[in-house]
């Protein structure tokens, strides 16, 4: 392996400063919406007095909005002909208003009606998840598709996509908080801080653009069919595709497991465990050791493959979610689970992209339509609806407890909601996982399926030469 590679081939081992850009260009479409993720609701009810639940419900109607988004973004990927490819394009055109409407979120006006405030809630919400992120963050993913059709070269470049997901969520973790006490600790702070992870979000994203190659595609107009395939094609074509299925309905628990876990961490450590600044210890044992093991994890993938991979790390969740709620609210308790969900997580997640990336070759074997940017816009749809309502389900289970940002001590069901979205709730998640990934042997079958492609894109120009 090189730093710099110049192999076009459909089958190419990608250079180290591809995969690194790859990696670039995930912490920079995911840090604006990990920001709003950890803390906007958080935001919401602490320092504008907003209501829970109507922010939650906002957040989950909003997802709505996204599947719309998510199809129509994973479709233009898919018809796009340009120099640059079918998704890079698409992160240049849409990272700098993905920037600016992160900032436009955090800057609500409350000195009006509070009807106008929840109107301004949901339409800079949308603003950011239904357009700008999916314009990026999709764009971003389906690039694993487009540089390489290498089995594990897609794993490799999965664990890069990965890493730099977590590497920017460590980035906020730690210095968040810090940042805002240093600017104020008031929304001003917040917008200021919001800025600046905005900033670099453009800069790494601009990176990953500059820095990848999109073979497939290049291979692809070769051999392609003249004809445009319909987004209901497209759509019928996916729901023929069972490994497909399969895996958005867990990428969807994924994002709910995700989504309330993180939501509800700040609440945890500030409500049972009496100490705010908690939760930067806590977020890092949990992003540190996945960083870890995503840079481990390749072994795993090599001896067993995505899917055993996968549930190795989701069996190693369970325990260390089991743990953390029979162990109390004890800080060595708790960061020492953090450490093993963390490191057991990145397992698991290490392999998302490239099980992905795997169910389009499948669907094309399986149905003769290849789409990859409508089913990297169905996990970025599954993420959303699984994010938003993970988060609404927090907000609901707020104001179900009762809880009270005011009061100095909150009531015992109020603390039981919050336990119930930092454990409770991702322990079920993780279980029915592993229950549907029993069913999932696309790992067994795909060599196979990749020798009859490649047979049937022979026999094509044959036809067409003759």
Same mark, same amino acid.
């Given at each position: 392996?090189?730093?710099?590679?110049?192999?076009?081939?459909?089958?190419?081992?990608?250079?180290?400063?591809?995969?690194?850009?790859?990696?670039?260009?995930?912490?920079?479409?995911?840090?604006?919406?990990?920001?709003?993720?950890?803390?906007?609701?958080?935001?919401?009810?602490?320092?504008?007095?907003?209501?829970?639940?109507?922010?939650?419900?906002?957040?989950?109607?909003?997802?709505?909005?996204?599947?719309?988004?998510?199809?129509?973004?994973?479709?233009?990927?898919?018809?796009?002909?340009?120099?640059?490819?079918?998704?890079?394009?698409?992160?240049?055109?849409?990272?700098?208003?993905?920037?600016?409407?992160?900032?436009?979120?955090?800057?609500?006006?409350?000195?009006?009606?509070?009807?106008?405030?929840?109107?301004?809630?949901?339409?800079?919400?949308?603003?950011?998840?239904?357009?700008?992120?999916?314009?990026?963050?999709?764009?971003?993913?389906?690039?694993?598709?487009?540089?390489?059709?290498?089995?594990?070269?897609?794993?490799?470049?999965?664990?890069?996509?990965?890493?730099?997901?977590?590497?920017?969520?460590?980035?906020?973790?730690?210095?968040?908080?810090?940042?805002?006490?240093?600017?104020?600790?008031?929304?001003?702070?917040?917008?200021?801080?919001?800025?600046?992870?905005?900033?670099?979000?453009?800069?790494?994203?601009?990176?990953? %653009?500059? $820095?990848?190659?999109?073979?497939?595609?290049? /291979? @692809? =107009?070769?051999?392609?069919?003249?004809? *445009?395939?319909? +987004?209901?094609?497209?759509?019928?074509?996916?729901?023929?595709?069972?490994?497909?299925?399969?895996?958005?309905?867990?990428?969807?628990?994924?994002?709910?497991?995700?989504?309330?876990?993180?939501?509800?961490?700040?609440?945890?450590?500030?409500?049972?465990?009496?100490?705010?600044?908690?939760?930067?210890?806590?977020?890092?044992?949990?992003?540190?050791?996945?960083?870890?093991?995503?840079?481990?994890?390749?072994?795993?993938?090599?001896?067993?493959?995505?899917?055993?991979?996968?549930?190795?790390?989701?069996?190693?969740?369970?325990?260390?979610?089991?743990?953390?709620?029979?162990?109390?609210?004890?800080?060595?308790?708790?960061?020492?689970?953090?450490?093993?969900?963390?490191?057991?997580?990145?397992?698991?997640?290490?392999? %998302?992209? $490239?099980?992905?990336?795997?169910?389009?070759? /499948? @669907? =094309?074997?399986?149905?003769?339509?290849? *789409?990859?940017? +409508?089913?990297?816009?169905?996990?970025?749809?599954?993420?959303?609806?699984?994010?938003?309502?993970?988060?609404?389900?927090?907000?609901?289970?707020?104001?179900?407890?009762?809880?009270?940002?005011?009061?100095?001590?909150?009531?015992?069901?109020?603390?039981?909601?919050?336990?119930?979205?930092?454990?409770?709730?991702?322990?079920?998640?993780?279980?029915?996982?592993?229950?549907?990934?029993?069913?999932?042997?696309?790992?067994?079958?795909?060599?196979?399926?990749?020798?009859?492609?490649?047979?049937?894109?022979?026999?094509?120009?044959?036809?067409?030469?003759?």
């Amino acid at each position: 392996m090189t730093l710099f590679k110049k192999d076009l081939s459909v089958n190419a081992n990608c250079s180290i400063a591809e995969r690194t850009s790859v990696a670039f260009g995930s912490a920079g479409a995911n840090m604006p919406l990990y920001v709003v993720t950890l803390y906007f609701l958080y935001f919401c009810t602490d320092y504008l007095g907003l209501n829970s639940a109507i922010v939650g419900t906002i957040f989950l109607v909003t997802k709505m909005f996204d599947g719309v988004s998510d199809l129509v973004m994973g479709t233009i990927i898919d018809r796009t002909k340009s120099k640059m490819g079918k998704a890079r394009v698409w992160i240049l055109r849409g990272c700098i208003p993905y920037g600016i409407a992160s900032i436009l979120l955090f800057t609500i006006p409350t000195s009006v009606p509070s009807a106008v405030t929840y109107v301004y809630v949901f339409v800079a919400y949308n603003l950011v998840n239904t357009i700008t992120f999916t314009c990026c963050c999709l764009s971003v993913n389906t690039l694993n598709c487009l540089m390489t059709q290498n089995a594990y070269e897609r794993g490799i470049l999965g664990i890069f996509n990965m890493f730099g997901t977590v590497a920017g969520q460590t980035i906020i973790n730690t210095f968040t908080l810090q940042m805002l006490a240093a600017f104020g600790d008031d929304r001003k702070a917040w917008v200021i801080v919001v800025a600046i992870y905005a900033g670099i979000s453009v800069i790494l994203q601009l990176l990953c %653009v500059r $820095g990848v190659t999109e073979r497939v595609t290049l /291979y @692809g =107009e070769e051999t392609e069919k003249k004809e *445009t395939v319909s +987004v209901i094609d497209s759509l019928k074509a996916l729901l023929h595709n069972k490994y497909w299925i399969m895996f958005t309905v867990v990428y969807t628990l994924i994002q709910i497991y995700a989504a309330v876990f993180m939501a509800s961490l700040v609440y945890y450590c500030t409500v049972c465990m009496g100490n705010a600044n908690y939760m930067s210890s806590l977020a890092n044992g949990v992003t540190i050791f996945q960083l870890i093991a995503l840079m481990l994890s390749f072994i795993l993938i090599k001896r067993f493959g995505k899917a055993k991979t996968f549930n190795i790390g989701v069996v190693g969740m369970l325990v260390a979610m089991a743990i953390k709620a029979v162990g109390g609210d004890s800080f060595v308790v708790q960061m020492s689970m953090s450490a093993l969900h963390g490191f057991t997580m990145g397992i698991a997640s290490s392999v %998302v992209s $490239g099980m992905c990336s795997d169910t389009v070759e /499948y @669907g =094309e074997w399986k149905t003769g339509v290849r *789409t990859e940017g +409508v089913a990297f816009g169905s996990m970025s749809l599954a993420a959303k609806i699984g994010g938003g309502l993970g988060s609404a389900i927090l907000g609901w289970l707020l104001v179900l407890g009762g809880y009270d940002a005011s009061a100095a001590v909150q009531s015992a069901s109020a603390i039981f909601a919050i336990k119930a979205g930092y454990n409770y709730i991702p322990f079920i998640s993780c279980a029915i996982m592993l229950v549907i990934m029993a069913f999932y042997k696309l790992d067994k079958e795909y060599p196979q399926i990749i020798k009859e492609l490649e047979e049937r894109k022979k026999n094509q120009n044959v036809t067409e030469e003759g």
